[in-house]
């Protein structure tokens, strides 16, 4: 993943020497309007806000394509030099945003006002089993092969010394590989003020190996409504302390999305107390606000990133908890397809459903003019369903 982070680096870099060069405003036409704010965002929920706050002073464009896939995502050269020229690029944090920081640092010197729309959240802690079999396995893969190179990596003349001479102080680097330092680099006990430099709460040089998690923290907080009016209220204040003319019609549209978000809360409430069971199989372990605000269970196919997918061990015992909660459905994604979900949903006879984690608007959303909130409401039938 180095290698990945340094190209990464070089794009980004490259991308803001060419904004430089190109930036003449007799010469581009992607000049933004100076009578409203042209605003980047990146999970949809955080566009959908800024448009319905903004109302008719801003302009919100998410930059990811529909159908992308947050987590993995990574912007383009005319990507970032639209961010350059904006006046906000609205994000969640939390690692949920690979490129982030990256671009953050790369465009400091430009106009644009990075902005994380999540300050004052309560966030929920990370609960991703399936991160943590694959970083177990990955420990116990390099245990081995460095027994391996302890038992065998000697030539035969310093055999005995290499069995039976090593002091006390060698003892710990031979048993399992890994010092101290390099135990928390392969964990999860990064602190906050290195998550930048980690990424998603690794190394870079370990981050290829254990994928793309979120650190201490799940990030899919856009899905709970409560939580939402705390995003939405630091979208308000942005936008008021941009254009502070426009600070009462940035109010009034604030109180219409959270009148909002509690009757969908309210929804939610409604349909799940009633169900006769509390369990969903999802492909992607994205709904813990749900588990948290509504007493649901997710029993998830992947972590909360879907490259997390489980091991032989757990993938048998996640179909043995299905058949033990009678699961007949196997719930989808609208832009996550994992393989495996399929063949959990042979192995049970599942039928399939469909929730949408609004990460990204697919092309039919945008055509047929779907928003946050008729989104979530199709969710909420989607969990009538599965929860019979």
């Not at 904006?86 to 949920?96: H, K, R, S, T, V």
């Not at 998830?300 to 043995?320: F, Y």
Request: net charge negative.
């Amino acid at each position: 993943m180095r290698t990945t982070s340094i190209l990464l680096s070089l794009l980004l870099t490259l991308s803001a020497l060419l904004y430089g060069c190109q930036s003449n405003p007799e010469t581009n036409e992607a000049q933004p309007s100076k009578d409203r704010l042209t605003i980047y965002t990146t999970v949809y929920p955080l566009e959908d806000f800024a448009k319905k706050i903004g109302g008719d002073a801003v302009i919100v464009k998410s930059v990811y394509p529909p159908g992308a896939e947050a987590h993995t995502f990574e912007p383009t050269t005319k990507t970032v030099q639209q961010i350059a020229e904006a006046d906000a690029f609205i994000y969640i944090g939390q690692g949920m945003e690979p490129f982030a920081e990256k671009l953050k640092e790369t465009l400091q010197h430009e106009h644009v006002r990075f902005f994380v729309a999540t300050e004052g959240i309560e966030w929920l802690e990370a609960n991703d089993e399936h991160e943590h079999e694959h970083d177990e396995a990955h420990k116990d893969e390099q245990s081995e092969n460095d027994q391996a190179d302890h038992n065998h990596g000697h030539s035969e003349d310093n055999k005995a010394d290499h069995n039976h001479g090593h002091s006390e102080d060698n003892k710990t680097d031979h048993g399992h590989g890994h010092s101290e330092d390099n135990e928390t680099d392969h964990g999860h006990g990064h602190s906050e003020d290195n998550e930048a430099d980690h990424g998603h709460g690794h190394s870079e040089d370990n981050e290829a190996d254990h994928g793309h998690g979120h650190g201490d923290r799940d990030p899919h907080v856009w899905l709970d409504p409560i939580r939402s009016i705390v995003i939405a209220e630091n979208i308000r204040d942005l936008l008021t302390e941009l254009k502070p003319e426009k600070k009462e019609q940035f109010q009034k549209n604030f109180e219409t999305v959270k009148t909002k978000l509690e009757r969908l809360d309210a929804q939610f409430r409604s349909v799940i107390e009633k169900a006769p069971k509390k369990e969903i199989l999802v492909s992607h372990q994205a709904y813990g606000y749900w588990e948290d605000r509504y007493g649901i269970k997710q029993l998830s196919v992947s972590g909360l990133s879907p490259s997390n997918e489980p091991s032989q061990k757990a993938l048998a015992q996640l179909i043995e908890t299905a058949k033990q909660h009678r699961i007949r459905y196997m719930i989808f994604e609208q832009n996550v397809h994992p393989k495996t979900a399929e063949v959990i949903q042979n192995e049970l006879g599942a039928k399939p459903l469909r929730l949408h984690n609004l990460e990204s608007l697919t092309a039919e959303d945008r055509k047929a003019g779907r928003d946050y909130f008729a989104i979530m409401e199709e969710n909420i039938r989607t969990l009538q369903t599965a929860l019979q």
